[in-house]
Nanobody
């Protein structure tokens, strides 16, 4: 069974850090681009970052550049999102997703397989 399972969310103060994990099962993750997206209350889903297949090209939304780092551990079939200097505006449900191709999509709606998400709350 194909699955993407996110973990690592939680409550953190502004300026804090979290590392999110996206564990894949039922398919070999390193063949495909994997994205992290988020949805804040009352807003649509926003692309945060993406890492392509084994050549590892990475992309970031302007709002997170310099603060978030995406990486993959193919041996663990897992993609990570390291988040530092978190802001209240980063509060959202974070999802990992794929469209089962090697390159990162241009548009959010190109992703066709999603995990269930993990909540990140940045608050003092």
């Amino acid at each position: 069974q194909v699955q993407l399972v996110e973990s690592g969310g939680g409550l953190v103060q502004p300026g804090g850090s979290l590392r999110l994990s996206c564990a894949a099962s039922g398919f070999t993750l390193d063949y495909y681009a994997i994205g992290w997206l988020r949805q804040a209350p009352g807003k649509g889903r926003e692309g945060v970052s993406c890492i392509s297949n084994s050549d590892g090209d990475v992309y970031y939304a302007d709002s997170v550049k310099g603060r978030f780092t995406i990486s993959r551990d193919n041996a663990k079939n897992t993609v990570y999102l390291q988040m530092i200097s978190l802001k209240t505006g980063d509060t959202a449900v974070y999802y990992c997703a794929t469209h089962f191709t090697s390159s990162c999509p241009v548009f959010v709606n190109e992703y066709n397989y999603w995990g269930r998400g993990t909540q990140v709350t940045v608050s003092s």
